[in-house]
């Protein structure tokens, strides 16, 4: 698992509010997901490739609403690509971090109550998961309090805050870890991002995998 600090520059993270904007209204937009028992999660998601639905756990390939999720947009493949190259160099081995190429991503929105609970992503192909293809994670606006460990254990689990701009690898033997989002601290984005960025008061993440 390595976290990358501060990676995103101010204009890459302004584009990817740009896309997120494009994409994230309309047919499979933002919206937030709830299962048959009318439970509602925190935060709102619309996903690119391959649309994740949480009840039955399955990447499908058509939104509830019969839409079909756009791709991963192509002007964010090389950066995607490229921190996972970079993250190499924290590693012993570069078996510990193998390459991917990401063809499917869940973007997430969450507003100042926003949260996340304990889970693991284990929903993409055998192979992607038997190989411990990285899922990488973009953090832009607030910051949140990222919680992860290898068990649901709360006394084992570890922290770490999650910044505009920070970019989060967990691949290889961490592919599999436990993970949420507990806290997201409001009014904590740089404002000169703010201004910047058109982004509502809150915090977006993108999360890539290959699937
Ligand atoms: O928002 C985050 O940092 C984590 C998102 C996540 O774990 C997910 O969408 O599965």
Not at 36 to 45: D, F, I, P, V
Not at 87 to 112: I, K, Q
Not at 126 to 138: C, E, N, T
Request: aromatic share 8%; glycine share 8%.
């Amino acid at each position: 698992m390595v976290l990358l600090k501060n990676y995103i520059s101010l204009r890459d993270q302004a584009e990817i509010v740009r896309i997120c904007h494009i994409l994230g209204v309309g047919p499979g937009g933002l919206q937030r997901p709830g299962y048959s028992t009318g439970h509602k999660l925190q935060l709102h998601r619309t996903c690119f490739g391959r649309n994740w639905n949480q009840e039955t756990k399955c990447q499908e390939r058509y939104n509830r609403d019969g839409s079909i999720p756009p791709l991963v947009p192509p002007e964010l493949v090389s950066l995607i690509v490229t921190s996972v190259q970079d993250a190499r160099s924290h590693v012993n081995s570069h078996d510990e971090l193998p390459l991917m190429s990401p063809d499917t991503a869940l973007v997430n929105f969450y507003t100042a109550t926003g949260r996340l609970g304990l889970h693991q992503d284990r929903d993409e192909s055998p192979y992607s998961i038997r190989r411990g293809l990285p899922v990488v994670s973009f953090s832009i606006g607030d910051t949140s309090e990222f919680l992860f460990g290898h068990s649901r254990d709360e006394d084992k689990l570890k922290n770490v805050l999650l910044e505009s701009g920070d970019i989060l690898i967990f691949g290889g033997r961490s592919r599999l870890i436990f993970h949420g989002v507990r806290t997201i601290f409001p009014n904590s984005a740089p404002p000169s991002l703010l201004q910047k960025l058109k982004l509502k008061p809150g915090r977006l993440n993108l999360t890539f995998r290959q699937f």
